[in-house]
């Protein structure tokens, strides 16, 4: 069986305390006279709706499903030029002023018909114009009254303008590009609108496997406002893909062409993640479903923050390598190594374990990362570390490996 991810992330070992993954897009459209067939390799590709594609293509996806998978190909919805760079976008200025945040989790649970109602003024179409006469086009969550909105980085990218349209009414707005990730796959666009309804976001870290959750979106780039149920398959599921893992969330809700960047919503109408790609593939002639992978949004918050008040990204740093390692009852990061010139470098040493920062269990990497990534650059982390058979209490000043 060859299963197909719709996004890939670099490699490197040892594992720095942070965790890539960048898009790789894939076909959004073909043909009516294959529809059937078409729907199966739309399942196969990435969550962008863009573009067109030759028969040719067409012809070598048909002969993979003939011989019993489809194998990852590097394939485009659009031909990105070479030299695009993100400033050939219109940008807006940041705004330290703005903030978004986690709410707690409501009480009432609402049935699919009030979530619906509640959610989908609060999600958009994004079209990227890649100005060769197509368009990538996908969906996004808005985040505040005035405007800002979350997508994926893969649906911008290759874009030299940016429209909004909502997907509860016809209001059209051109877009602004204010921060990216393209390792996180995350971009917050701005528009000049007032008085917008923004997503009343929820815990992803309150997911259960089980809970019912739902994905509203445009899948396909023309079926606006579109839902589809599902339960959260996994809330914590490592995805290895080139020697990285990558912890997202896994659901069954149906996701599609279109649906990048769009909203995952728990049974309360609160948004908990940002649609962003699936695992697909073909065992014995039957097609692989129901694996769709999220961005759980407690992990997006301090990078769209970021991004909102400083027009950037970052990477809250030690300044270690570092493994995962198990010692009898005791689980946590190993240091491998510190960098020169980092703030870890004279605080830490090889083989030190690091047990826990600001007060929370790290027995991972992705735990610790967390930690850093909510404490912020130029802020101090306490870390408990193992080392000599005692634990010591080591405070370190966060740096930013971006810059």
């Not at 009516?32 to 196969?44: R, T, Y």
């Not at 005035?146 to 940016?162: A, E, K, P």
């Not at 990216?180 to 923004?198: F, H, M, N, R, S």
Request: hydrophobic content about 40%.
């Amino acid at each position: 069986m060859s299963n197909h991810l719709s996004h890939r992330w670099p490699q490197g070992e040892p594992r720095p305390i942070h965790y890539h993954y960048t898009s790789d897009r894939r076909p959004r459209r073909l043909g009516k006279a294959l529809l059937v067939v078409s729907l199966c390799l739309v399942a196969a590709a990435a969550l962008v709706f863009g573009g067109y594609l030759g028969m040719v293509h067409l012809a070598n996806s048909l002969a993979d499903a003939q011989r019993g998978s489809f194998a990852p190909r590097p394939s485009s919805h659009v031909e990105v030029n070479a030299n695009w760079d993100p400033a050939d976008l219109p940008w807006a200025q940041p705004d330290p002023n703005v903030s978004i945040f986690v709410h707690d989790q409501d009480t009432q649970v609402l049935t699919s018909n009030q979530i619906y109602d509640q959610v989908l003024p609060s999600v958009v179409c994004v079209t990227a114009d890649q100005g060769n006469g197509s368009a990538s086009v996908g969906s996004g969550v808005v985040l505040t009254q005035s405007g800002y909105i979350v997508t994926n980085f893969h649906i911008i990218q290759g874009g030299v303008s940016l429209n909004v349209s909502m997907l509860s009414s016809t209001a059209n707005y051109d877009a602004k590009l204010v921060g990216y990730d393209e390792e996180l796959d995350l971009a917050v666009l701005k528009i000049e609108a007032q008085g917008l309804t923004p997503a009343r976001l929820g815990s992803s870290d309150q997911l259960s496997v089980g809970d019912s959750v739902y994905a509203i979106g445009n899948p396909m780039g023309y079926l606006h406002g579109t839902m589809t149920e599902g339960i959260i398959s996994s809330p914590t599921r490592t995805i290895q893909v080139d020697g990285k893992d990558m912890n997202l969330l896994q659901t069954s809700a149906a996701l599609n062409s279109g649906n990048s960047g769009g909203a995952l919503t728990n049974a309360y109408g609160q948004v908990v993640g940002i649609t962003s790609a699936k695992i697909t593939g073909v065992e014995n002639d039957t097609v692989i479903e129901g694996l769709g992978l999220v961005i759980p949004i407690n992990d997006t918050i301090p990078f769209l923050n970021q991004m909102i008040h400083t027009g950037q990204s970052f990477r809250p740093s030690l300044g270690i390598l570092c493994q995962e390692v198990q010692m009898d009852d005791t689980s946590g990061v190993y240091v491998v190594s510190t960098t020169a010139d980092t703030p870890a470098h004279e605080a830490l040493l090889e083989g030190d374990v690091i047990l826990a920062a600001n007060g929370v269990d790290t027995p991972t990497l992705y735990a610790l990362t967390r930690v850093l990534n909510d404490t912020g650059v130029g802020n101090q982390v306490e870390l408990s570390v193992l080392r000599d058979g005692g634990v010591l209490s080591i405070s370190i000043t966060l740096y930013d490996r971006l810059t």
